[in-house]
């Protein structure tokens, strides 16, 4: 009797180890999704930061070019 219920308290607790097991596997998954996304994200903002820089440089040489031939 003592057995039965030591075989049926092993089983659950590998079920339980795997379950958590799971759980880890997944967090750090996740984790790693949540910090690419992050890394991309701080990427494109320096691109698109460094492309308004550019845009502006370039409107203004045209204001300093369209006044220079409006003299």
């Known amino acids: 009797m003592i057995a039965v219920m ?19 596997v997944l967090a750090a998954f996740f984790g790693g999704m949540l910090v690419e996304r992050l890394r991309l994200d701080a990427k494109r903002d320096e691109v698109i930061q460094r492309y308004n820089r550019v845009l502006q440089e370039y409107r203004e040489q045209q204001m300093r070019s369209e006044k220079a031939t409006a003299r």
């Open 6 to 24: 030591t075989r049926a308290e092993g089983g659950s607790h590998r079920v339980l180890w795997g379950m958590a097991l799971a759980v880890i």
